[in-house]
């Protein structure tokens, strides 16, 4: 879709668009300053132009701005971004961001009334970067769980998915789904919670579920919120320098986590395949060797959403994030250019609502 068109499109200016995350792109897509959006400084495998996520909810929307947060909200969900400059003064100025960010971004919760996160994505410019001394993912752990504490948020079972990949530059930009009624937290039988992981992965255990199982407000089907996930067993990383095996991996903890889901009353979700993957690798030359494991595992592979992030362990090569099932949300992704568009969509849902 023509860059033109999108600026037209009933999609961007429909009363139930929550907001949008463009992936890729020099700045922020001006047709779309009118809605929370999360500008990704993340390479966009296959394609020379931005993505764009679009987030639309099945009742009309209202907005909002509560400090550095924009948010839009439908009596149901909300979605919000915000994005928080990091200075270049040396002083522990990733940890400044993340708490700045994410303090404006639970008042923000609080003040509309949707308290309860369902899924964050966390954007972190060099993630792996020694700062000081310490990783700037391990600073941005430390941040976020006083941010949390302080909020009295859940820092461990209770906390939100999520997941935290690098950026190239730019600022620390974070978007999420919250809502009115609280998810159920789902772990992973085959992985430490990430929230007790020993001290040899930082001063503070990362705060984050590995799933998030939501069910609406009067809704008679579920959302699973799938936090990115890797070739972690136990708190090991395996198959070092190795991304097909890292890939198999990750598709068998993917799996691990969809049959915790369901052992715990998921309802409308079966097999993995129900859901909509988004593939992060560090490398974008290995993303042929990733589609051929996702492909020889019985996944639709031309279906996923390719990007190239750095991941949050320096010896991970691939991360995979999933939502679903696919008939139960709605998510249009659209290519920012004269020659294609594509969308990952499904019918309509208690969460995000068919567009077109």
């Known amino acids: 879709m023509p860059a033109t068109d999108l600026a037209g499109s009933r999609l961007l200016h429909d009363a139930r668009t929550l907001g949008v995350a463009t992936h890729g792109g020099a700045a922020p897509l001006v047709c779309a300053s009118h809605l929370p959006q999360a500008h990704l400084l993340k390479g966009v495998i296959g394609r020379d132009q931005p993505v764009v996520e679009l987030w639309s909810g099945r009742d009309e929307?209202?907005?909002?701005?509560?400090g550095a947060t924009h948010c839009r909200f439908n009596g149901e969900v909300l979605f919000a971004t915000v994005s928080v400059i990091v200075s270049d003064d040396g002083n522990d100025a990733l940890g400044a961001a993340t708490y700045t960010a994410y303090r404006s971004l639970l008042d923000a919760l609080q003040v509309t009334g949707y308290p309860h996160l369902l899924r964050i994505?966390?954007?972190?410019?060099?993630?792996?970067?020694?700062?000081?001394?310490?990783?700037?993912?391990?600073?941005?752990?430390?941040?976020?769980?006083?941010?949390?504490?302080?909020?009295?948020?859940p820092t461990e079972s209770g906390a939100p998915a999520a997941c935290a990949l690098g950026s190239y530059g730019g600022p620390l930009v974070l978007y999420c789904l919250a809502s009115k009624t609280?998810?159920?937290s789902i772990e992973n039988p085959r992985q430490t919670s990430a929230y007790r992981y020993p001290q040899q992965y930082g001063p503070r255990a990362p705060s984050f579920s590995r799933a998030a199982l939501w069910s609406g407000a009067g809704s008679d089907n579920d959302v699973l919120f799938v936090s990115g996930t890797a070739s972690i067993v136990g708190h090991q990383t395996l198959h070092h320098g190795n991304v097909v095996a890292q890939a198999h991996e990750t598709l068998t903890n993917l799996q691990s986590v969809v049959a915790a889901a369901i052992s715990r009353g998921a309802r409308d979700i079966a097999l993995l395949s129900d859901l909509m993957l988004k593939a992060y690798m560090r490398h974008a030359s290995d993303q042929p060797l990733v589609r051929e494991v996702l492909a020889g595992h019985g996944l639709d592979a031309d279906a996923v959403l390719y990007l190239q992030a750095d991941i949050c362990r320096a010896d991970l090569l691939v991360e995979i994030e999933a939502i679903g099932p696919a008939r139960s949300v709605e998510i249009k992704t659209e290519t920012i250019d004269t020659q294609d568009s594509r969308s990952r969509s499904s019918s309509d849902s208690q969460v995000l609502r068919e567009n077109g």
Request: charge should be positive; hydrophobic fraction near 30%; charged fraction near 35%.
């Open 61 to 66: 929307a209202h907005d909002k701005i509560i």
């Open 182 to 184: 609280p998810a159920e």
């Open 121 to 153: 994505w966390n954007s972190i410019p060099g993630i792996n970067v020694d700062d000081g001394g310490l990783e700037r993912y391990r600073r941005f752990n430390l941040h976020r769980y006083k941010a949390y504490a302080e909020s009295k948020r």
